[in-house]
């Protein structure tokens, strides 16, 4: 099969024949129709990931058509159109059976543990647990949108945010997961602020349902107006960034008993932030951390999209091929396109 393969971190990606994997028992091999480009996958190139062994297909965000089934797997079949979640549960440790597949103890990462969808086929573990059946309605491009950066944001709002209706919430960073974040808070009724640096990416968070913007590269003091424009600072804050700066001000800018959720990744020099530990205190703050979503959550957001509540297909902006991903993909620091890239064509 035709794949993308790294065999040094922050070297060069080839296109190689790679031979087509086979289903273990618990899983299943998949026809990739479409996969999703983020800058996990550029963190995981890096080097960031020291779960990742050489050389590695990357790619965590995708969707398709079940090709192979193992003998074990009992509620899946060929021809079955299907996606899951970036994170997948082993189904038998303790944080699994207590409903947290998502920070599963033995998880399997396509495109880190495992190879990924920068393929033509990919092998999944734990199908009977982790696999999601896809609506027809819901195309594989879409389906791939959703990939770690919709469904973080999904459970970052909802199951972690715990957001309501008239809540202001603060997303830092307007890429893939602060752009998701700002459409699924506004679809519950919240009222959100934007801020990133560049403005483009203001507008476009404004087009989905952002209500006030923050520049926080010409803005004086970015604390303050996120205060000002939510009126007293936000229940709910999200660093969608991953940065020291992000973080202390999503922090920062929250009101009493308010909520700092973290879904931007915080490697390297950013992994050790300062925290407004004072506020925290004095304020009774909760910081929380969002990592994927299980996949028996699917369903409550494949509803809102089938009902047209949620339009994630709005975030893509724009549709590549495999062999364009290979510098696509080195270059993911550098470009301020907007909304998320989806490969399509292999």
Not at 125 to 151: K, M, Q, W
Not at 158 to 168: F, M
Not at 190 to 218: Q, R, W, Y
Not at 234 to 239: F, G, K, M, Q, T
Request: glycine residues 10%; negative net charge.
């Amino acid at each position: 099969m035709k794949a993308a393969v790294y065999h040094q971190f922050n070297g060069p990606l080839t296109i190689e024949n790679l031979p087509t994997p086979e289903a273990t028992a618990d899983g299943v091999v998949i026809k990739v129709a479409a996969t999703g480009l983020c800058r996990s996958d550029w963190h995981g190139w890096k080097g960031h990931d020291s779960d990742i062994a050489l050389p590695q297909v990357p790619g965590h965000e995708f969707a398709g058509t079940i090709v192979e089934v193992g003998p074990h797997v009992k509620q899946w079949r060929k021809g079955d159109r299907v996606t899951l979640p970036f994170v997948c549960g082993c189904g038998s440790c303790g944080q699994c059976v207590s409903g947290n597949h998502q920070v599963c103890d033995h998880q399997f990462q396509p495109g880190f543990t495992h190879h990924g969808s920068f393929a033509e086929y990919v092998a999944v573990h734990y199908a009977n647990i982790n696999l999601v059946r896809l609506p027809d309605e819901i195309p594989f491009t879409t389906a791939a949108s959703l990939g770690c950066r919709f469904v973080t944001s999904f459970r970052a709002v909802v199951d972690q945010g715990k957001v309501s209706g008239g809540q202001w919430v603060a997303v830092h960073g307007c890429g893939g997961v602060g752009l998701s974040a700002i459409m699924i808070a506004t679809a519950l009724g919240a009222n959100v602020v934007a801020i990133d640096i560049e403005e483009n990416k203001l507008d476009f968070a404004k087009s989905l349902g952002a209500v006030a913007t923050v520049n926080a590269n010409s803005s004086p003091n970015t604390i303050e107006e996120v205060i000002h424009k939510t009126a007293g600072g936000a229940h709910l804050s999200i660093d969608a960034f991953g940065s020291q700066s992000t973080c202390f001000n999503s922090i920062s800018n929250l009101r009493k008993r308010g909520k700092h959720v973290q879904i931007g990744l915080m490697v390297g020099e950013h992994s050790m932030p300062k925290i407004p530990m004072g506020k925290v205190l004095s304020d009774e703050l909760e910081i929380i951390g969002s990592h994927g979503m299980q996949a028996y959550r699917y369903p409550e957001l494949l509803s809102m999209i089938k009902q047209g509540k949620l339009q994630p297909e709005k975030l893509i902006g724009e549709k590549i091929t495999l062999d364009e991903s290979l510098i696509r993909l080195t270059e993911m620091d550098q470009y301020n396109g907007l909304g998320v890239t989806v490969i399509n064509q292999f």
